[in-house]
């Protein structure tokens, strides 16, 4: 299963709104995930079952979507969300990403 | 809750390297495991994963007869064997955990735990 996430870069204002899309080249229901990687770091899980925030995880963000089209939304975007964003599917083996999404603040 | 890589480095193409994880702060036994790499400067790729007795996994095409993944329960330990290494084998390699989520009565897979990642460089 393909993964496409667009856009692959944004840029946008502290306290604006941002949304993330990832298609999948086939059904996979709710089974995608988004993981968030700052810079240097490890990835981190934000959301699972497409729209379920992970313990911890700021209610800013939130996820949306099921068969093949999905969205992370950052509903007020803060310095510390600079990071690339994948989606996960796991509907199926081998579990696929999306290439990426880099957030800058501008 | 910790996951500590160890093993990388810089090979020859066609040579081989055994990448580990060890686990610590929760029963290592109960979960599956994942490898996961990174290019330098590309996105996240999944690489293989194994059950929670290690009696069933999957690859990815690329590694599929080249690398084995593997886990020893009683050391809390992960293991890649990677045969036959290429150049596009390079890459940063990470360990995470696999969760069962339960949501509206139904399970999902998820990495919720994450190690810092052992660095493969494939280089004549």
């Known amino acids: 299963i393909q993964m496409t996430q667009s856009p692959s870069s944004l840029s946008a204002f502290v306290g604006d709104r941002v949304t993330i899309t990832c298609r999948a080249s086939?059904?996979?229901?709710?089974?995608l995930g988004w993981y968030q990687q700052r810079p240097g770091k490890a990835p981190k899980l934000l959301i699972y079952a497409a729209s379920k925030l992970q313990s911890g995880v700021p209610s800013r963000f939130s996820g949306s979507g099921s068969g093949t089209y999905f969205t992370l939304t950052i509903s007020s975007l803060q310095p510390e969300d600079i990071a690339t964003y994948y989606c996960?599917?796991?509907?199926?083996?081998?579990?696929?990403f999306g290439q990426g999404t880099k957030v800058e603040i501008k | 809750v910790e996951l500590v890589e160890s093993g990388g480095g810089l090979v020859h193409p066609g040579t081989s390297l055994r990448l580990s994880c060890a686990a610590s702060?929760?029963?290592?036994?109960?979960?599956?495991m994942t490898w996961v790499r990174q290019a330098p400067g590309k996105g996240l790729e999944w690489v293989a994963n194994?059950?929670?007795?290690?009696?069933?996994?999957s690859y990815v095409d690329s590694v599929e007869g080249r690398f084995t993944i593997s886990r020893d329960n009683a050391k809390n330990s992960l293991y890649l064997q990677m045969n036959s290494l290429r150049a596009e084998d390079t890459a940063l390699y990470y360990c995470?955990?696999?969760?069962?989520?339960?949501?509206?009565?139904?399970?999902?897979?998820?990495?919720?735990?994450w190690g810092q990642g052992t660095m493969v460089i494939v280089s004549s």
């Open positions: 086939q059904g996979i229901r709710i089974d």
């Open positions: 995470a955990r696999d969760l069962n989520a339960e949501y509206n009565n139904d399970w999902y897979d998820t990495n919720d735990v």
């Open positions: 702060g929760f029963t290592f036994s109960d979960y599956w």
């Open positions: 194994i059950k929670e007795d290690g009696g069933r996994f």
């Open positions: 996960l599917q796991d509907f199926n083996y081998p579990r696929t």
